[in-house]
């Protein structure tokens, strides 16, 4: 990356128990950190609403034109990190804050059944892993409003786009400690895309 670059860290708004969403908290608190002098991040707060999200998502593209976008989620339960591969597109029957589900159930109409990441996730985390970091690589993200905000958004931006569950509860629950990784994923990610890009480039030469 040899010019800074935009990238788009997102959270979700007030859900449930939670007034304030740890997933809001945590991309704040990355935007304080950074992810170095290549980067710019952005940050967004998403509601748990399924037309908003989609509409905030779609804008988010469009305008900004990042080179990726990672969605930070909760994982209620959990005490470890998952890294989501795959985005669904049907099957969204639970409803959001305003008592809401999408009429078609699905996230974009017409579109495929479902979408992975240009990331190879099980990589990142297998690379985290060896610096003693318990991370879990899933491709059921839950059909709720992340898997809806992460299909959308590997629409949008040609599957540039990352999930990533956080815990709501244990030691890595703790902002002292899930920033840190944060960072290290997000900057594994971006290098992942940055070699890729250029074993394409050797490629077409």
Not at 13 to 22: I, K
Not at 40 to 56: F, L
Not at 188 to 201: P, V
Request: hydrophobic share 35%; with cysteine.
């Amino acid at each position: 990356m040899n010019e800074r670059e935009a990238v788009v860290v997102t959270g979700f708004g007030p859900f449930r128990q939670f007034f304030v969403n740890p997933s809001w908290k945590a991309a704040q608190a990355l935007k304080l950190a950074g992810l170095g002098e290549r980067v710019d991040v952005h940050i967004k707060e998403v509601p748990v609403s399924y037309v908003r999200t989609r509409q905030i998502i779609t804008e988010l593209w469009q305008s900004l034109k990042p080179k990726f976008v990672v969605h930070l989620g909760i994982a209620r339960g959990s005490s470890v990190v998952i890294l989501e591969q795959t985005g669904k597109n049907n099957r969204y029957r639970d409803r959001d804050i305003c008592g809401l589900c999408p009429e078609s159930q699905c996230c974009i109409e017409g579109g495929p059944e479902k979408l992975d990441s240009v990331v190879n996730m099980r990589a990142v985390s297998k690379h985290v892993k060896r610096a003693g970091v318990d991370v879990i690589y899933s491709r059921d993200a839950g059909r709720y409003l992340c898997d809806f905000a992460y299909y959308c958004s590997l629409y949008h931006g040609q599957r540039r786009a990352a999930l990533i569950h956080i815990p709501s509860s244990g030691s890595l629950a703790s902002g002292d400690r899930l920033v840190p990784l944060l960072q290290a994923l997000i900057l594994t990610m971006l290098q992942q895309l940055e070699d890729s890009k250029q074993h394409e480039e050797q490629h077409t030469q």
